[in-house]
C-alpha cells in the first residue's frame, strides 16, 4: 500500500482544505468542503481529480462546497449519520466504530460530539493519520455549540487513546491564538513554552501549525491536560473531576 499524498491549504480566512490522494488508483478526496477556489487551485496544481467529500459536520464553513463540487465532479459525500440532513450531497451516512476502505486504506470513524451533536473524526489507522476538524484543535479544541463540557471532554479522551504519533490534521488555523492562552493555564510547563514560541516563528513566517499529533497535545494542550497536576493545581481544582476542570478551561477560553 502506498503512502496517501496530502496538499493542505487555507480556505476562507482561517479554515485548512486538505486533499488525500491515493496514487494507484487516483482516488482524491477532500476533508470538508469549506471553499470551493482554493480546492479547484489545489486540484489543479496537483492534477488531481476530486473522488470524494469527507464530511466531518454540518457547520457552513465545512460544507459551504458540497453542492458545487458534486456538481462539477460527481463525488461521493461521506457524512455523519446525527446530522445527515444538515449535510448537504450526503450519499453515505456512517457513525461511530463505522470502518470502510478509502482507496484501499482503511478508515475509522470516530464520533466526537459537544461541538456539535454529531461531528465525526476519521481516522486512518494504517496511515496514522487523524482528521480532527473542529474537535481537536493545535493547543485548542472547538467550542461547545451543541453538547455539554462533560460529552465534549468524552470525546477528547477518544482521540487520546490513539497512538501518540498519530498526525493530526484540524479545522483551523487557530494555533497562534490557542497559544498565548495555553501558557495561562499551564505556565510552568516547559514543553508548552518551547512550543508557543515555536508557533509565533512559524506564523510569523507565514508557515501553517498543521499537523500536530496525538503525543505532543496530551504533552501541550490545555485542554488535553485537565487531568494534570499542575494544571489542577494552577486553577486551584485540585479536587474537582477532570470533566469540570476541563469545564473550566473551556469557559475561560471563550471569555480570553
Ligand atoms: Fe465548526
Redesign the pocket.
Known amino acids: 500500500m502506498a503512502a496517501l499524498e496530502l496538499d493542505l491549504f487555507l480556505c476562507r480566512t482561517d479554515n485548512f482544505g486538505v486533499l488525500l490522494h491515493d496514487r494507484v488508483s487516483g482516488a482524491t478526496a477532500s476533508i470538508d468542503a469549506p471553499e470551493e477556489q482554493p480546492i479547484l487551485d489545489a486540484l489543479e496544481r496537483r492534477g488531481w481529480q476530486l473522488t470524494h467529500i469527507l464530511t ?4 457552513g ?2 460544507v459551504a462546497a458540497n453542492v458545487s463540487l458534486k456538481e462539477r465532479f460527481g463525488v461521493t459525500i461521506i457524512g455523519p449519520k446525527n446530522e445527515a440532513s444538515k449535510i448537504p450531497g450526503i450519499d453515505r451516512t456512517v457513525g461511530h466504530g463505522d470502518r470502510f476502505d478509502f482507496a484501499g486504506h482503511p478508515v475509522e470513524i470516530i464520533e466526537t460530539p459537544g ?2 451533536a454529531g ?1 465525526i473524526c476519521y481516522h486512518f489507522p494504517q496511515d496514522k493519520l487523524l482528521f480532527a ?2 474537535t481537536l484543535f493545535a493547543l485548542g479544541c ?2 461547545l ?1 451543541e453538547g455539554t463540557a462533560e460529552t465534549m471532554w468524552q470525546s477528547l479522551n477518544r482521540l487520546m487513546a490513539l497512538p501518540d504519533d498519530t498526525a493530526v490534521y484540524f ?2 488555523e487557530y494555533t497562534l491564538s490557542n497559544a498565548h492562552f495555553a501558557v495561562t493555564v499551564d505556565p510552568e510547563n516547559k514543553e508548552l513554552k518551547e512550543r508557543a514560541a515555536e508557533i509565533e516563528e512559524t506564523r510569523l513566517d507565514g508557515g501553517f501549525t498543521a499537523p500536530t499529533t496525538i503525543g505532543l497535545e496530551k504533552r501541550t494542550n490545555p485542554f488535553l491536560r485537565a487531568g494534570d497536576p499542575r494544571v489542577r493545581a494552577n486553577l486551584g481544582m485540585e479536587k474537582a473531576s477532570d470533566a469540570a476542570v476541563f469545564a473550566e478551561i473551556r469557559k475561560r477560553k471563550d471569555n480570553f
Open positions: 466531518t459536520h454540518h457547520h464553513d465545512h461541538h456539535t461531528h476538524a473542529d472547538g467550542r455549540f479545522g483551523h
